[in-house]
């Protein structure tokens, strides 16, 4: 039989902005076999967790991944509370919650610009990263840092919501969604981007649920599943909102989940800020028995899993971290077959990887011919975008 | 300043390379080159190609997969070239120092030019940090 | 369905095969079986009663290698954990569930590789986080594994 044509993309490429091997197999312009290799960004996180104390493997989980790094110290915390059975003041589960939904807000903004991006739609990547700014502004006041928050610790919160920040992140959070209405509508009524993305990359229910799928991913295919209602932690089971779900699977939907979930966490910080209660937010907790726990948390790309075994010393016996990536990226194999090579790129984007937090990806065969390089990639995608916009002006 | 070096910094081309990062500082970079801080008016673009680039701007703790990479990365770039270790992982390895997959620090591995410490540096730390490398490589006279 | 329902319906199930089932909040419980019956659990809790694959997780402890495999029983935000311990410690073996979900596809290959435990019938065992120059026979998440000494950065 004759070899099929590969195409190596990466590790190093101008589409993601971390290190990642994605091997293509072609059969003209199909895709016929994907294989992929992590690793690049492997750290070794469990295994340093696993040399530092309970408080100090807070702020390494933190360092896991930029963009999640609410979701995997709440996960952490949460799986040391379910161990020692720590109680949680209310004022601080109400903090938790609005820093998490926050996060959410800029990491579903941060992937429509890159989905914007890649299609070679450079003004959705602009204004998407522009319109970001606010939340970080807000997050840079409430916890003094625009990433890596340092927000949560076992048994509460660091830094406390004061008076004075609540009018402040309520008038940012107005103008953010004025601007993300203009950005929805250019967005989801873009008859380019309906037919660039429309019917492209389908995960089907039954596939999801095979893989395991998480989060949007999952639930733009129907799986209606989400930690924060399903595994109520915070203050979700509090307040009220929407699980968004979408039944067609493709790229479309997972972006008008994502849009559409922005709005609903606008609508659950709305409601924390108006309830926060008064009170202590850390109950200071002061030993760690020895036992083992489990924290779930639901991180902007699905659920993040932390376990974490004690025998009763200082620091954790086992820290096992499974980020939401990790169980979403196998279902390449089931939406990369199939399709042309020039909408591979968007695909392998629509789930929102997050190799930090998988840590893990190939190197590049030098024995294959290479077909295209990344950025002929990039071109390829960008020029079936101007195609259909050349065909949609012709239609007018 | 010779004349590769006067023409380079007038209009630099910046690399982004991420060695095993935690994505912050990847976000933070592309954050400078977006609306709000716009490095793009100063001529400060973020190129696809390696080989294309004048500066490299290296983020997080080199693993032991990537350390080949760069260094192959770092032969391929027309000289003169300058890099940047961004944020506290690429100028010391951070926490990950005594990672069984971290290996050397970036500095052993390739010449660094300029460090932008922080977790991850700000923005404005990533625009002062440019300037003060285009005053440096200016100040080198002669060669 | 309440946690107490569904350990008693693995309970009713298996009956003694179960070493030990441990309630331990109301959501969460811990149940101990021998590594011969994983899969057939497994395809039980997966298929059966529709739980999510959470992930698996290795543990090094001094009895042997743990596997806890977590699943996720979301209508009622349950997370069982399933127990098998590996005595064996020089070369655990234990059969492959990826016959039963292809979510357990990447941790199985990440267990091999961090803990040198061989799925049998996984066919793609692959390394998937280690370079490819990474010693054979050095596990780095057991407890044994001593992170080599290589500060190069003289004073």
Same mark, same amino acid.
């Given at each position: 039989?004759?070899?099929?044509?590969?195409?190596?993309?990466?590790?190093? +490429?101008?589409?993601?902005?971390?290190?990642?091997?994605?091997?293509?197999?072609?059969? %003209?312009?199909?895709?016929?076999? $994907?294989?992929?290799?992590?690793?690049?960004?492997?750290? %070794?996180?469990?295994?340093?967790?696993?040399?530092?104390?309970?408080?100090?493997?807070?702020?390494?989980?933190?360092?896991?991944?930029?963009?999640?790094?609410?979701?995997?110290?709440?996960?952490?915390?949460?799986?040391?509370?379910?161990?020692?059975?720590?109680?949680?003041?209310?004022?601080?589960?109400?903090?938790?919650?609005?820093?998490?939904?926050?996060?959410?807000?800029?990491?579903?903004?941060? =992937?429509?610009?890159?989905? %914007?991006?890649?299609?070679?739609?450079?003004?959705?990547?602009? =204004?998407?990263?522009?319109?970001?700014?606010?939340?970080?502004?807000?997050?840079?006041?409430?916890?003094?840092?625009?990433?890596?928050?340092?927000?949560?610790? $076992?048994?509460? $919160?660091?830094?406390?919501?004061?008076?004075?920040?609540?009018?402040?992140?309520?008038?940012?959070?107005?103008?953010?969604?004025?601007?993300?209405?203009?950005?929805?509508?250019?967005?989801?009524?873009?008859?380019?981007? +309906?037919?660039?993305?429309?019917?492209?990359?389908?995960?089907?229910?039954?596939?999801?649920?095979?893989?395991?799928?998480?989060?949007?991913?999952?639930?733009?295919?129907?799986?209606?599943?989400?930690?924060?209602?399903?595994?109520?932690?915070?203050?979700?089971?509090?307040?009220? =909102?929407?699980?968004?779900?979408?039944?067609?699977?493709?790229?479309?939907?997972?972006?008008?989940?994502?849009?559409?979930?922005?709005?609903?966490?606008?609508?659950?910080?709305?409601?924390?800020?108006?309830?926060?209660?008064?009170?202590?937010?850390?109950?200071?907790?002061?030993?760690?028995?020895?036992?083992?726990?489990?924290?779930?948390?639901?991180?902007?790309?699905?659920?993040?899993?932390?376990?974490?075994?004690?025998?009763?010393?200082?620091?954790?016996?086992?820290?096992?971290?499974?980020?939401?990536?990790?169980?979403?990226?196998?279902?390449?194999?089931?939406?990369?077959?199939?399709?042309?090579?020039?909408?591979?790129?968007?695909?392998?984007?629509?789930?929102?990887?997050?190799?930090?937090?998988?840590?893990?990806?190939?190197? $590049?065969?030098?024995?294959?011919?290479?077909?295209?390089?990344?950025?002929?990639?990039?071109?390829?995608?960008?020029?079936?975008?101007?195609?259909?916009?050349?065909?949609?002006?012709?239609?007018? | 300043?010779?004349?590769?070096?006067?023409?380079?910094?007038?209009?630099?081309?910046?690399?982004?390379?991420?060695?095993?990062?935690?994505?912050?500082?990847?976000?933070?970079?592309?954050?400078?080159?977006? #609306?709000?801080?716009?490095?793009?008016?100063?001529?400060?673009?973020?190129?696809?190609?390696?080989?294309?680039?004048?500066?490299?701007?290296?983020?997080?703790?080199?693993?032991?997969?990537?350390?080949?990479?760069?260094?192959?990365?770092?032969?391929?770039?027309?000289?003169?070239?300058?890099?940047?270790?961004?944020?506290?992982?690429?100028?010391?390895?951070?926490?990950?120092?005594?990672?069984?997959?971290?290996?050397?620090?970036?500095?052993?591995?390739? #010449?660094?030019?300029?460090?932008? #410490?922080?977790?991850?540096?700000?923005?404005?730390?990533?625009?002062?940090?440019?300037?003060?490398?285009?005053?440096?490589?200016?100040?080198?006279?002669?060669? | 369905?309440? !946690?107490?329902?569904?350990?008693? &319906?693995?309970?009713?199930?298996?009956?003694?095969?179960?070493?030990?089932? /441990?309630?331990?909040?109301?959501?969460?419980?811990? !149940?101990?079986?021998?590594?011969?019956?994983?899969?057939?659990?497994? &395809?039980?809790?997966?298929? /059966?009663?529709?739980?999510?694959?959470?992930?698996?997780?290795?543990?090094?402890?001094?009895?042997?290698?743990?596997?806890?495999?977590?699943?996720?029983?979301?209508?009622?935000?349950?997370?069982?954990?399933?127990?098998?311990?590996?005595?064996?410690?020089?070369?655990?073996? !234990?059969?492959?569930?990826?016959?039963?979900?292809?979510?357990?596809?990447?941790? /199985?290959?990440?267990?091999?590789?961090?803990?040198?435990?061989?799925?049998?019938?996984? /066919?793609?065992?692959?390394?998937?986080?280690?370079?490819?120059?990474?010693?054979?026979?050095?596990?780095?998440?057991?407890?044994?594994?001593?992170?080599?000494?290589?500060?190069?950065?003289?004073?």
């Amino acid at each position: 039989m004759k070899a099929k044509p590969v195409i190596p993309i990466g590790p190093y +490429h101008p589409l993601q902005e971390e290190p990642e091997f994605w091997k293509l197999v072609v059969d %003209g312009e199909t895709v016929v076999d $994907v294989d992929v290799r992590i690793g690049y960004n492997h750290r %070794g996180i469990e295994k340093i967790s696993e040399s530092k104390s309970f408080d100090q493997s807070i702020f390494i989980v933190e360092r896991i991944c930029g963009i999640c790094s609410s979701s995997h110290p709440i996960a952490c915390v949460q799986a040391i509370e379910d161990l020692a059975g720590i109680e949680v003041p209310e004022r601080a589960l109400y903090i938790r919650t609005i820093t998490q939904e926050l996060e959410r807000i800029h990491s579903h903004m941060l =992937w429509l610009g890159l989905a %914007g991006h890649f299609l070679g739609y450079n003004t959705v990547f602009m =204004w998407g990263w522009k319109y970001r700014e606010p939340i970080c502004d807000i997050m840079e006041m409430v916890t003094g840092n625009r990433q890596n928050y340092a927000m949560h610790k $076992v048994g509460g $919160v660091r830094r406390d919501i004061e008076k004075e920040h609540v009018s402040y992140i309520l008038t940012r959070l107005d103008e953010f969604l004025k601007q993300l209405d203009i950005l929805k509508g250019a967005v989801l009524d873009d008859p380019v981007l +309906h037919t660039r993305l429309e019917g492209i990359g389908i995960l089907t229910k039954e596939a999801a649920i095979e893989y395991s799928a998480l989060g949007p991913t999952a639930r733009a295919s129907g799986y209606d599943i989400d930690v924060r209602r399903d595994h109520p932690y915070g203050v979700y089971d509090k307040v009220k =909102w929407n699980v968004i779900t979408q039944e067609k699977g493709d790229v479309f939907a997972k972006a008008v989940v994502r849009i559409l979930e922005m709005y609903e966490s606008a609508r659950i910080i709305r409601q924390c800020l108006d309830r926060l209660p008064d009170g202590p937010i850390d109950s200071k907790p002061k030993e760690i028995p020895p036992g083992e726990g489990i924290g779930v948390a639901e991180a902007p790309r699905g659920e993040v899993f932390h376990y974490v075994k004690s025998d009763g010393t200082n620091s954790p016996v086992r820290h096992k971290i499974r980020a939401p990536t990790y169980m979403n990226f196998p279902t390449f194999r089931e939406t990369v077959i199939g399709e042309t090579v020039s909408d591979a790129t968007i695909i392998l984007a629509a789930i929102d990887p997050c190799y930090c937090c998988t840590e893990r990806m190939i190197v $590049v065969d030098d024995s294959n011919k290479e077909l295209f390089r990344a950025q002929e990639l990039v071109r390829l995608s960008q020029e079936k975008t101007a195609r259909i916009r050349e065909r949609f002006r012709m239609k007018q | 300043m010779g004349f590769k070096e006067k023409i380079l910094t007038k209009s630099i081309y910046v690399f982004h390379l991420s060695s095993g990062s935690c994505n912050n500082c990847d976000i933070e970079i592309l954050d400078c080159l977006t #609306p709000r801080f716009d490095l793009e008016r100063f001529g400060i673009v973020l190129v696809g190609s390696i080989k294309h680039a004048d500066v490299l701007l290296c983020t997080g703790s080199a693993n032991r997969l990537t350390i080949p990479r760069i260094k192959k990365l770092y032969e391929q770039m027309p000289k003169p070239a300058f890099v940047i270790a961004y944020g506290a992982c690429g100028s010391s390895r951070g926490l990950f120092k005594d990672s069984y997959n971290t290996g050397e620090p970036l500095d052993e591995i390739i #010449p660094v030019d300029a460090y932008i #410490p922080g977790c991850p540096p700000k923005p404005e730390a990533t625009i002062g940090a440019l300037v003060k490398l285009i005053g440096k490589i200016r100040a080198k006279k002669g060669k | 369905m309440t !946690i107490d329902a569904i350990v008693k &319906k693995i309970n009713d199930r298996y009956g003694d095969r179960i070493l030990k089932s /441990e309630i331990k909040s109301s959501k969460r419980a811990y !149940i101990d079986i021998y590594p011969k019956d994983i899969v057939d659990v497994a &395809k039980y809790l997966f298929k /059966e009663l529709g739980m999510r694959f959470n992930i698996a997780s290795a543990v090094d402890d001094f009895d042997g290698i743990e596997i806890l495999y977590h699943f996720a029983y979301d209508a009622s935000g349950v997370i069982v954990t399933i127990r098998v311990i590996l005595k064996d410690k020089d070369n655990p073996h !234990i059969d492959t569930i990826t016959t039963v979900t292809k979510a357990a596809w990447w941790i /199985e290959r990440e267990i091999h590789e961090l803990f040198g435990v061989e799925f049998d019938g996984n /066919e793609d065992l692959r390394p998937l986080l280690l370079p490819d120059d990474w010693p054979k026979g050095v596990y780095p998440l057991r407890k044994n594994f001593v992170v080599p000494k290589r500060d190069s950065r003289k004073a």
